[in-house]
Every structure is written in C-alpha cells, then in structure tokens.
C-alpha cells in the first residue's frame, strides 16, 4: 500500500523559509520512472505544481517560482524535502506531495496547511 | 490565469450525464497525457482517469476521458449527489517545462 504524508510546521512569518517535509512508505524512490512532488492549493483556489524530484535525482521546478525553492530527497529514509524562501502571505496554502510515474500522479498526501501571518 | 482552460462550474440532475471540458495548446495537450483529478470537499484531489482514457483500478466506468487536438473532455454518466466535486485537469507544457493544471470545475449535482 501507497501512502505519503506531509509534515512541517503549520504557521510561518512572512520573510522565513518553509521546510515541509514527505515521508512516503510502499515505493522506493530509486525505482526507474519514479517521482515525488509537491502541490499546493491556496484556500477555494485551483492547484498550482511547485517541484519535482525523479530517481535519478532529476529535479524540475515550477518556472514562476524556481528561484524561491528547492527540492532534495533521501532515499534511505524515504523522505522528500521541499524548501520554500522569502515566504509571503500569497503562499498560504494547502502543501501536497504526490508520486508520479510517467506521466501521472497515482498518489497523493493528505496535505498540511500552511499559513503565513505575523 | 491557468494555461488550461475548463468551465467554472457545471451542473446537472442526478441520473443524467455531464461533460467538462478542458482546452490548451500545442505545448501542453497538444502533445502530452492528460490526467483528470476529482476533489472532494476537504479533501486531497483523486486520480480519476489517466493518459487521456484509461482508469486507475477501482474508478466505475461512468467517468470517461477523451481527447481531440488540444482539448479534452470529462465524461460523467449517472451522476450522483457524492459526484459533487471540483474536478481538474492536468498535464505537462513543453513550453514551461512544467506540470499545469486547469482552474477547476465544480459540478453540481442538482
């Protein structure tokens, strides 16, 4: 059974960093074709695709944000790390991590709200 | 604003059949896989259909996916009140080199 779960801390100041955390069990992210991602949902608005990590370490970033994140992973304790910079009110959200294989996501997080307010 | 386009919102008698469509472009549609994910309320989204048509084990055949050129539809058939949804549409754009999503549909089951 697939299973991937968010964590990291639920209230940020604006000009911090976010560092959310995945944790995910069922799947190897050193299998051929894999993928961790992350998502995020602003509350009543659409989801918006924020980072990508492969198993071959490949990463792909949203290109609106690229400069703000960075993604990394650790296979041994399979986890996948997302940071996010310079975090803003705008970036309250709803944070999702999914696994991808190919050219679809199977899987995803239950999700962690995020809010940003001093 | 989304590169996809889908309607905001859609409805329809329990029983009957609805459509959502979802239109792009050449860099995304055009010429990659379309997923389509179904949210419910307070919920984390769900794989619905896949490569444009098919569905993960589990979905029941009255959810159907097409694609022609740079749009694809969402078929529901048999709607149910627990239908009641926002439903996206999702694929990769060449363009951007990234993943993209539509605004989202929200069906109401009437």
């Known amino acids: 059974q697939i299973t991937l779960k968010e964590s990291g801390p639920t209230l940020v100041k604006p000009t911090q960093t976010l560092t959310l955390t995945c944790t995910f069990s069922?799947?190897?992210?050193?299998?051929?074709?894999?993928?961790v991602e992350w998502i995020r949902q602003p509350p009543g608005k659409a989801l918006e695709w924020l980072a990508l990590?492969?198993?071959?370490?490949?990463?792909r970033y949203s290109p609106s944000l690229k400069s703000r994140l960075t993604i990394t992973k650790d296979t041994s304790k399979n986890q996948v790390v997302l940071r996010m910079t310079n975090m803003d009110p705008v970036d309250t959200a709803t944070y999702y991590c999914?696994?991808?294989?190919?050219?679809?996501?199977?899987?995803w997080g239950q999700g962690t709200l995020v809010t940003v307010s001093s | 604003q989304s590169v996809l386009t889908q309607p905001p919102s859609v409805s329809a008698a329990p029983g009957q059949k609805v459509t959502i469509s979802c239109s792009g472009s050449?860099?995304?549609?055009?010429?990659?896989?379309v997923s389509w994910y179904q949210q419910l309320p307070g919920t984390a989204p769900k794989l619905l259909i896949y490569e444009n048509n098919k569905r993960p084990s589990g979905i029941p055949d009255r959810f159907s996916g097409s694609k022609s050129g740079t749009s694809v539809t969402l078929g529901i058939t048999g709607l149910q009140t627990g239908d009641e949804a926002d439903y996206y549409c999702?694929?990769?754009?060449?363009?951007?080199?990234?993943?993209?999503f539509g605004e989202g549909t929200k069906l109401t089951v009437l």
């Open positions: 990590i492969y198993w071959d370490d490949d990463k």
């Open positions: 050449s860099s995304n549609i055009g010429r990659n896989f």
């Open positions: 999914a696994r991808r294989s190919g050219d679809t996501v199977y899987y």
């Open positions: 999702g694929t990769w754009d060449s363009s951007l080199s990234g993943w993209v």
């Open positions: 069922g799947f190897s992210l050193s299998t051929s074709g894999v993928g």
